[in-house]
């Protein structure tokens, strides 16, 4: 029988897999450039919230600096009071719980993404991604693996929704639940072929295959 993946293992799997890591990299990157597209169109087509679109770039300029989380935070915090409902306020929401996360606060973390109410799909998106991270970290990984695929689900595009779909596998694997594994690394096989060769998805559902079979 092959040998369970353990919570430091499901990290390792990023640290050992370096086209897993630059995904996820890219996607960390990926989450500023949005936020940044999504301003873009709210302050230049939406007159109304013009008074809150300065109010977090103080925050997410330390947010973006090394060693400057506990600043951006101090920062960030008032600003989401402040402008709650408008565009800036809600920016502002999303990097300070990404801020939360970095420190490990990850409750709050979670309670601050619930309360990012933006249309935005690529935002709603990564506010679903960034809870099942949080969950991950607690070690709460059927709550994590249910977000994971969600996330995958909202929107189906070839850069987040595999990855999410292979972390929802990784999660689904630490609670033994191999069946919702092979479930989840089939669906990059079947729909994301560039991801599935590049992280050799095969592998991962074959190794999957053989605990349930053993079982």
């Known amino acids: 029988m092959l040998e369970d993946i353990s919570g430091e293992q499901i990290k390792e799997q990023f640290k050992s897999n370096k086209k897993l890591r630059l995904t996820s990299m890219i996607i960390g990157g990926l989450v500023i450039i949005v936020l940044g597209i999504f301003v873009y169109r709210q302050f230049f087509w939406m007159p109304a919230n013009e008074k809150s679109k300065d109010s977090y770039w103080e925050g997410l300029n330390y947010a973006v600096a090394p060693d400057s989380t506990e600043a ?13 409902g408008k565009i800036g306020g809600e920016v502002a929401q ?24 933006v249309s935005d799909t ?3 998106v990564m506010c679903i991604g960034l809870q099942a991270d949080c969950h991950s970290e607690m070690e709460d990984y059927e709550k994590a693996a249910n977000m994971y ?8 595009n070839e850069f987040t929704a595999p990855l999410y779909l292979m972390k929802a596998g990784f999660c689904a694997e630490e609670i033994k639940n191999f069946d919702k594994a092979v479930e989840c690394y089939e669906k990059i096989k079947d729909n994301y072929s560039t991801f599935a060769t590049q992280k050799q998805i095969d592998k991962y559902i074959a190794k999957a295959k053989s605990i349930t079979t053993d079982k």
Do not use: C, H, N
Request: charged share 30%.
């Open 72 to 84: 951006a935070i101090d920062v960030l915090s008032p600003t989401v009071a402040k402008y709650d």
């Open 94 to 117: 999303f990097v300070y719980a990404r801020q939360l996360m970095e420190q490990g606060e990850f409750k709050k973390a979670i309670t601050e993404l619930e309360g990012v109410d």
């Open 122 to 124: 690529y935002v709603q």
């Open 149 to 156: 695929v969600e996330a995958a689900e909202m929107s189906d």
